[in-house]
């Protein structure tokens, strides 16, 4: 089977979005009327699922996508930590609905109830909510809550370690994925989120973080940001700060998704990555949605990349399953109790 | 003959360092004495560029090197305007007499006073004193003054319009390149300078800085940060965001260098970038100074991974030479006046 371990739900009622306006609104003068979540019914969310992520999977020929809500739509800097986690719950409950609607399409990812400065209680207890509560299998991370101002200590800072503890506990991979930037400097999709990605790789390169969690266990989507372009100056970095060799160290808790859109880039990482590294992601319909004229085919139809690679069956099927199955192991066992 | 693009003193007499320490001491305590730049002998330059780059052009065989103060060292986020002017002309003038010693092998690329919230005028001052005075052929400009707070203007925002009216006036391009970092989200060498490369070419392509300047001229060094490995990503991006197709556009005006250490990531450079835009580069004695211990050969060696691309040699002579002699008219002018 394929699964796409990067998919958002960019694609949800109107109404979700109009509730979250009508939060930030009510946040900017509290003398409006408090919102609630929009109601949305079943046939809105299968009309939206089957028109666009269910019938691409059918059309590129993928089986599952690890589904989360839009991040760009996180926003974790707007509003305050009270705003966060009501439209962090509403997210994630849709998301809920649509793995109810379509359990052997989608699994849940959640996102989590940041926001600049606050402490992470909010976050574990929504991490602990969807994994036990609605049967999700991983979460997002946001590195930098604040929207582009990078604020918030790096991911290897202890004050991240009790959501790490949780995330061990529940046995569940982070996808280290950033939100919109309301910093000019930075194209949220252009800049932050390539950014983020290799910003995240080189703290984990600098720090210890996996010898107090060997468990813990991060997707850095888009390719791994740089990274891989670059490996020849993080492994020599590696080695000049005295870190140990980057297979013995990061590689281990550290995996990379194959959204990088064209054919070079995807060459390049699975010549440079380890295969057991690499992750079948498309995010589709994501941040590039356009037919790449020199293909013909949809830039974030990656499932055609990894089919183009000279590799044996065995070694795909790593990439775009059993990987997957191995980073989530709560999918796994999902995967396994269904068809048994 | 082969020019390397990208090189900085990295090996300046330590009294230069201790300069600085004295500067910036001074800065923090008005009541010390205010310290003058050392006095430095020739013979002090000499042993620090003989033992060093100019060794190891001879042994890796480049013959000329644009020449820049230390990139990590500029700081223009520690002390304030004042302090950044005599830093920056005590670094030009030690990079000036570089070149005066060794004309054939170097040739002057300045650094520039910049303060965050300062505005360019003294930057304007000192790269024309550094041009016109100092013979200097290009200089290098930091998109982030803050060193890792990101709270300048973007490169296409009118803020940088009068200095790149001058760049434009004086014929010389700049090389986007930030300094250290004061965020601890981001290593210097292993996250901002990559992200600040992908940063400033994103920027490009939402502008329209080209359309008011269509002969200015920019260098992104370490590759183009990440943008050769997501060249479909800002594919689809520009043509998502309706703007030109990349190569009638940016491309016109924007150049990568070959500090990519890796022998897969320069293969990935020159199979998506269009050879005319491909500068050699090596950043040696930089970031990365050891053994790749897979080649036996230092990562920075760069000259090794253009010469096993499978290129005609008109095609590695662009990426040697002629390339640089475009975008750098004032060098080029040097090279025929020297060797008509």
Chains 1, 2 share one sequence.
């Not at 910003?199 to 991060?218: E, K």
């Not at 989507?221 to 993080?234: D, I, L, T």
Request: aromatic share 10%.
């Amino acid at each position: 089977m394929i699964i796409d371990c990067h998919g958002h739900y960019t694609t949800a009622p109107a109404s979700h979005a109009q509730f979250r306006e009508r939060q930030l609104a009510w946040f900017a003068n509290p003398a409006l009327p408090a919102p609630t979540p929009a109601v949305i019914g079943d046939d809105e969310i299968r009309e939206t699922i089957e028109m666009n992520q269910l019938a691409l999977q059918r059309k590129r020929g993928s089986d599952l996508t690890l589904f989360s809500p839009r991040a760009s739509a996180m926003g974790h800097h707007e509003g305050d930590e009270t705003v966060s986690l009501s439209w962090t719950r509403a997210c994630n409950d849709l998301i809920g609905r649509v793995v109810e609607l379509y359990p052997d399409n989608f699994a849940g990812v959640c996102q989590l109830p940041q926001s600049p400065g606050a402490p992470l209680a909010a976050s574990i207890t929504e991490l602990e909510r969807c994994v036990r509560g609605l049967g999700f299998v991983g979460c997002n991370l946001n590195p930098d809550p604040s929207g582009g101002h990078w604020t918030a200590p790096p991911l290897t800072d202890r004050h991240w370690y009790p959501l790490y503890e949780k995330m061990v506990e529940l046995d569940v991979p982070a996808m280290v994925h950033v939100s919109a930037s309301c910093n000019p400097n930075f194209h949220a999709t252009g800049a932050h989120y390539i950014n983020a990605d290799t910003t995240a790789f080189m703290q984990f390169v600098q720090g210890d973080l996996f010898r107090d969690f060997p468990t813990l266990r991060f997707v850095i989507p888009h390719g791994g940001g740089a990274v891989p372009y670059h490996w020849g100056r993080y492994r020599g970095l590696a080695d000049m700060l005295k870190r140990p060799p980057l297979a013995e160290h990061v590689m281990r808790n550290v995996f990379f998704d194959t959204c990088v859109y064209h054919q070079p880039g995807i060459d390049l990482l699975v010549r440079v990555i380890d295969l057991g590294n690499i992750l079948f992601g498309s995010e589709m319909i994501g941040a590039v949605r356009g037919v790449d004229p020199e293909t013909g085919h949809y830039f974030d139809d990656t499932r055609r990349y990894i089919d183009a690679l000279a590799l044996d069956e065995r070694d795909k099927r790593r990439i775009f399953e059993s990987n997957a199955r191995r980073v989530y192991p709560r999918l796994d066992a999902r995967l396994k109790g269904r068809r048994p």
